[in-house]
């Protein structure tokens, strides 16, 4: 069974840190596109974090830059969301997604953070930012 699964989210307060984890089983990551996403009630799934197969190559929402790190490690077939300095706004439940497609065919397609074009989810964890 081709599963992903994510683990760290949690309440923290306005400026704090947490590392979202996204951990696959029955398959391996590294030559896969991985994305976080996130949703609120009432919104649609926006994405926040892209990483290439290739490690080198990520990608940012413009609401996240500076504050969050997307990294993978293979060995551990892992990939991580360092968030820094949270906002109220970030809270979300996040989910991590992985797709086939090529990156270079999502990015210029401008579909890179499509959700229909993710074919393996996790279940999501709960980010809540609040004092």
């Known amino acids: 069974q081709l599963q992903l699964v994510e683990s760290g989210g949690g309440l923290v307060e306005p400026g704090g840190s947490l590392r979202l984890s996204c951990t696959a089983s029955?398959?391996?990551?590294?030559?896969?596109?991985i994305a976080w996403f996130r949703q609120t009630p009432g919104k649609e799934r926006e994405g926040v974090s892209c990483i290439y197969a290739s490690v080198t190559s990520t990608v940012y929402a413009d609401s996240v830059k500076g504050r969050f790190i997307i990294s993978r490690d293979n060995a551990a077939n892992t990939v991580y969301l360092q968030m820094i300095n949270l906002k109220p706004e970030d809270t979300a439940v996040y989910y991590c997604?992985?797709?086939?497609?090529?990156?270079?065919?999502?990015?210029?397609?401008?579909?890179?953070?499509?959700?229909?074009?993710?074919?393996?989810w996790g279940q999501g964890t709960q980010v809540t930012v609040n004092s």
């Open positions: 029955g398959f391996t990551l590294d030559s896969l596109t």
């Open positions: 997604a992985a797709t086939r497609t090529s990156p270079q065919t999502l990015y210029f397609s401008g579909r890179l953070f499509a959700p229909s074009e993710y074919e393996i």
